[in-house]
C-alpha cells in the first residue's frame, strides 16, 4: 500500500509565500516523475508543475517564475515552493507521483489526499 501525504496549505495574502510538501510512503520500489496539480470547484485538474527523478522540470505557464519544485529521492519526498501568490492560485493542490512497488511491477500513478490553498487579503 503506498500513500501520499500532502502538508502545508495554508491562508496566504496576495504576494505571500508558502510551501508545500508530499511524502510518498509504504512498500515503494522506485519513484518516476513526482509532480503537483491544482483544481478549483467545477474545473478539471490542472497541472502546476512536474519533476523527473533526475532534476528535470515543468511549469504551468501561469506559475512560470513565481513556483520552484523540487524533490528528495532519499525522503520520497517532492516540495513545491510558491512565492509572490495570487487570489488565482487559491484550490486544492494534489501530490501526484509515478511509482513501482516491485522490481517487475508496472508504474502505478497515484494521488495524494490534496490540501487547500487559500490566497485572500
Known amino acids: 500500500q503506498v500513500q501520499l501525504v500532502e502538508s502545508g496549505g495554508d491562508l496566504v495574502q496576495p504576494g505571500g509565500s508558502l510551501r508545500l510538501s508530499c511524502a510518498a510512503s509504504g512498500i515503494i520500489f522506485a519513484i518516476d516523475v513526482m509532480g503537483w496539480y491544482r483544481q478549483t470547484p467545477g474545473n478539471l485538474r490542472d497541472l502546476v508543475a512536474t519533476i523527473t527523478r533526475g532534476g528535470s522540470t515543468n511549469y504551468a505557464d501561469s506559475v512560470k517564475g513565481r513556483f520552484t519544485v523540487s524533490r528528495d529521492n532519499a525522503k520520497n519526498t517532492v516540495y513545491l515552493q510558491m512565492n509572490s501568490l495570487k487570489p488565482d492560485d487559491t484550490a486544492i493542490y494534489y501530490c501526484?507521483?509515478?511509482?513501482?512497488?516491485?522490481?517487475?511491477?508496472?508504474?502505478?500513478?497515484?494521488w495524494g489526499q490534496g490540501t487547500q490553498v487559500t490566497v485572500s487579503s
Open positions: 501526484n507521483a509515478n511509482i513501482k512497488t516491485t522490481l517487475i511491477g508496472g508504474w502505478r500513478e497515484h
